[in-house]
């Protein structure tokens, strides 16, 4: 069964890129679509974008201008930036896989704290 | 975008008791509603997708209904370890899809 595993950096500077990793096991990244979303600390959960190897993505409109989603399939990972973060992207991160924009399996999560 | 609206945003209840959790949409989303339940410190579990059908795996005490803007989801009879927080989300918009602010359900 499909497995997913957020990856990256604990701590960000604000002004800089937040860059994450989700790798895949049990599955083909070229399958499926691939999605993540954040829960900022005492707030609800918010969808950041998806992808898919025919190359369909989609951006949360309110992040559209600051957010690219993109896989790797020679590492059965995908991967997320978000530029010119500031506080309000303090969140923890999750990847999921999606079948009809529902969300099934996610991975556990990685907290990411904007901080000089 | 869709708004969703959670209702309550908070309930306690027992072992044994029947639960029910409110979900509303801004806007007709037919049967495009999926439900989830969060433990703290956990990953997000697919519990109920296109509003009714219930995820292989999942509890039978688990169930919802609705269509339209109205959606209900049903815990018939609390287990220790349903104590979490459920969200629904629509999955009608697919350019902006939005979740629900969360009921959490604690222990009375």
């Not at chain 2, 009879?77 to 979740?99: G, I, M, N």
Request: positive net charge; proline residues 5%.
């Amino acid at each position: 069964q499909v497995q997913l595993q957020e990856s990256g950096p604990g701590v960000v500077k604000p002004s800089e890129t937040l860059s994450l990793t989700c790798t895949v096991t049990g599955g083909s990244i070229s399958s499926y679509y691939w999605t993540w979303i954040r829960q900022s600390p005492g707030k609800g959960l918010e969808w950041i974008a998806y992808t898919s190897k025919i190359g369909s993505t989609k951006y949360n409109p309110s992040l559209k201008s600051r957010v690219t989603i993109s896989l790797d399939p020679s590492r059965n990972q995908f991967l997320l930036n978000l530029t010119s973060v500031t506080a309000a992207d303090t969140a923890v991160y999750y990847c999921a896989k999606s079948t009809s924009y529902s969300f099934d399996p996610w991975g556990p999560g990685t907290l990411v704290t904007v901080s000089s | 975008d869709i708004q969703m609206t959670q209702s309550p945003s908070s309930l306690s209840a027992s072992v044994g008791d029947k639960v029910t959790i409110t979900c509303r949409a801004s806007q007709i989303i037919d049967n495009y509603l999926n439900w989830y339940q969060h433990e703290p410190g956990k990953a997000p579990k697919l519990l109920i997708y296109s509003a009714s059908t219930l995820r292989a795996g999942v509890p039978s005490r688990f169930s919802g209904s609705g269509s339209g803007t109205h959606f209900t989801l049903t815990i018939s009879s609390l287990q220790p370890e349903d104590f979490a927080t459920y969200y629904c989300q629509q999955s009608k918009d697919t350019l902006a899809l939005t979740f629900g602010g969360g009921t959490k359900v604690d222990i009375k």
